[in-house]
């Protein structure tokens, strides 16, 4: 069963490349006259660790942009995707834009990337809606604390385990807890016309398989690998489009009705032990 | 996105020092100290805390610290129980051999205690002393121990985790564990809905200016006591604060556990195991397993000062307090 979802989640990805890359969401035509795709809050935490010549491995990297986005900051990087067409989309806009030389794009699955990349880096990144994708954290965590050297850092910006409770459809407005924190090995099955870029765009491949994850089951196995926790921060606004959300000024999505109080995104970082 | 510089939930920042005042305003300290006063009264007699039942020789702690913490607790182990209320969890520790010392905002609840640790001849491995957790330092001397306690409910009834960390970073021994079993901050965002449902309807982010005034009759306990000191403050915190506490005071964690059921029950439709923990039931006669009432956290105090092998390019970051 495990294959069949993935092989479905795959074609649902290879199928969104070409559709994202045309989105305002992304806005490809932006970041190749320069504009940045990180959000606020991995510009504010993680750029200042960012130097000339930093290592930087980004892990689900899409089609790059993030991935060349820092790049451009100085790091040399590698992005990793299960998505062939996503890789090659990501080689283009590097070549495009002059960074090919410190960026190198692999088509691999997560968990089998330990069988094509032999090297530690100074940061392992990575961001937004990815631990959804995800089966088994446990092996997540094995990557992970797997291409982190001793002393370097695991940075994670994500959508907060909440935002993926609460009720998207006729008690969205009372913010009802529908979905589950602790989900267990059978995934959600979605299938939904459109992407979270362009819910208007046509797809075919439209059924995706989702994995909700709590903080204990995304913190413990890292914890248990040698990465050591130097923070976790929760914010109470999201890149991301829900029915009870609303988009502010300034961009991010926050609860109708002004509330503050309800955590949508978090971000972590971690420190590998000496050994 | 956007280009305003986001605030986290919380400052990460510079581990403050242990001592100095207590952040809790006078006020609000001597109506928490007369509402606990008035429920230690209330829960002495109270079938949820059953003390003739401990007095004959039944533990008070739930099984999930005994099968977390208890390996850790053996004769002689030096135990530090912040908020301890009447100390039925800090003698039963005392029972499996820790020297124990309680802390609690409430006299009645420490004076309580002592009669208790009397009662079942524990006095001479036992302490039990009333103060504000901030401003416990002025009881403890040089005092280091094997293990710092926290449990059930007690975080909701401070600030400033910031400087709780840091205290409970600085009485643990090097090498030293701290372990918290504790409600969950999603928890205490819930409602219930008419059809038996939760929603978000509390705050979950913390707000350290703004504590949360609550005025209700009757106890977790006992919930058809006539309370007369009903009104209370707490403090919501969020998970993120929680455990960026623990690391900023230098402390490594171990783990996080979270868990699907409850100490008490949250709503009267929730439902009691055998082993006295509260489910949302599933409408179905069963259980919801779905959703987090309680997590528990282990974290240790470095047994020495480590670096971390060659310079980095994120010493100057990294590494937290």
Not at chain 1, 145 to 159: H, M, S
Not at chain 2, 35 to 57: C, L, M, N, P, Q
Not at chain 2, 210 to 239: F, I, K, L
Request: some cysteine; glycine content about 10%.
């Amino acid at each position: 069963m495990l294959e069949e979802y993935l092989k479905t989640n795959l074609a649902w990805w290879d199928e969104a490349v070409g559709v994202h890359q045309g989105t305002e969401l992304y806005d490809v035509d932006g970041f190749r006259r320069g504009a940045d795709s990180l959000t606020a809050i991995e510009r504010d935490e993680l750029s200042p660790l960012i130097r000339e010549g930093t290592t930087l491995l980004h892990l689900q990297c899409h089609f790059g942009l993030d991935t060349l986005s820092w790049a451009r900051r100085g790091a040399t990087v590698t992005g990793v995707d299960f998505s062939g067409k996503a890789v090659e989309a990501a080689r283009r806009l590097a070549g495009e834009i002059g960074l090919s030389r410190r960026a190198t794009f692999i088509q691999s699955n997560l968990y089998d990337l330990p069988g094509v990349l032999d090297q530690q880096f100074d940061v392992v990144f990575s961001s937004w809606g990815v631990l959804i994708w995800l089966d088994d954290l446990e092996r997540w965590a094995d990557v992970v604390a797997r291409f982190v050297r001793p002393g370097g850092i695991f940075y994670l910006a994500e959508f907060h385990p909440v935002v993926f409770l609460i009720d998207d459809a006729e008690h969205a407005g009372e913010l009802r807890l529908t979905y589950p924190y602790f989900q267990g090995r059978e995934p959600l099955r979605f299938d939904e016309p459109g992407t979270y870029a362009d819910p208007q765009a046509h797809i075919d491949n439209t059924v995706t398989y989702e994995w909700q994850h709590g903080f204990a089951q995304i913190l413990t196995p890292l914890l248990q690998r040698g990465l050591r926790l130097d923070y976790l921060h929760e914010f109470p606004f999201t890149g991301l489009e829900m029915p009870f959300l609303e988009r502010c000024e300034d961009g991010w999505q926050r609860v109708k009705g002004g509330r503050d109080d309800i955590p949508l995104s978090f971000s972590l970082r971690m420190t590998k032990e000496a050994p | 996105m956007s280009d305003e510089r986001p605030a986290p939930s919380r400052g990460t920042g510079e581990a403050p020092e242990a001592g100095g005042e207590s952040p809790i305003p006078d006020e609000i300290r001597r109506a928490n100290v007369a509402h606990w006063d008035e429920w230690t009264r209330i829960h002495e007699t109270s079938a949820f805390y059953d003390v003739e039942g401990f007095k004959a020789g039944a533990t008070s702690l739930w099984p999930l610290e005994l099968e977390e913490l208890g390996p850790h607790v053996g004769e002689g182990t030096t135990l530090l129980h912040l908020q301890c209320h009447f100390g039925l969890d800090t003698l039963s520790w005392a029972r499996r051999g820790a020297v124990v010392t309680g802390v609690d905002l409430s006299d009645e609840a420490t004076g309580l205690a002592r009669r208790l640790a009397d009662e079942v001849g524990l006095s001479g491995r036992a302490t039990f002393i009333a103060s504000d957790v901030y401003e416990v330092d002025a009881h403890l001397g040089d005092q280091r121990f094997d293990v710092v306690f926290v449990s059930w409910g007690a975080i909701e009834w401070i600030p400033d985790l910031d400087r709780w960390a840091a205290i409970i970073a600085m009485r643990l021994r090097p090498g030293g564990i701290f372990y918290m079993a504790e409600i969950h901050p999603i928890a205490y965002a819930l409602d219930e809905t008419e059809d038996h449902n939760v929603r978000l309807a509390y705050r979950y982010l913390p707000a350290p200016e703004a504590p949360e005034r609550t005025d209700y009759d009757g106890s977790y306990a006992d919930r058809e006591a006539h309370v007369e000191n009903r009104v209370c403050y707490g403090w919501a915190h969020g998970m993120g604060e929680i455990l960026t506490a623990l690391a900023d005071a230098g402390l490594r964690l171990d783990y996080l556990h979270e868990f699907p059921f409850s100490v008490a029950p949250f709503f009267d439709w929730m439902e009691a195991d055998e082993q006295r923990w509260h489910w949302l039931p599933d409408g179905r006669g069963g259980r919801r397993a779905d959703l987090p009432f309680s997590y528990s956290v282990m974290a240790r105090k470095p047994a020495a000062r480590t670096s971390t092998v060659e310079p980095t390019p994120f010493d100057n970051d990294a590494g937290g307090g």
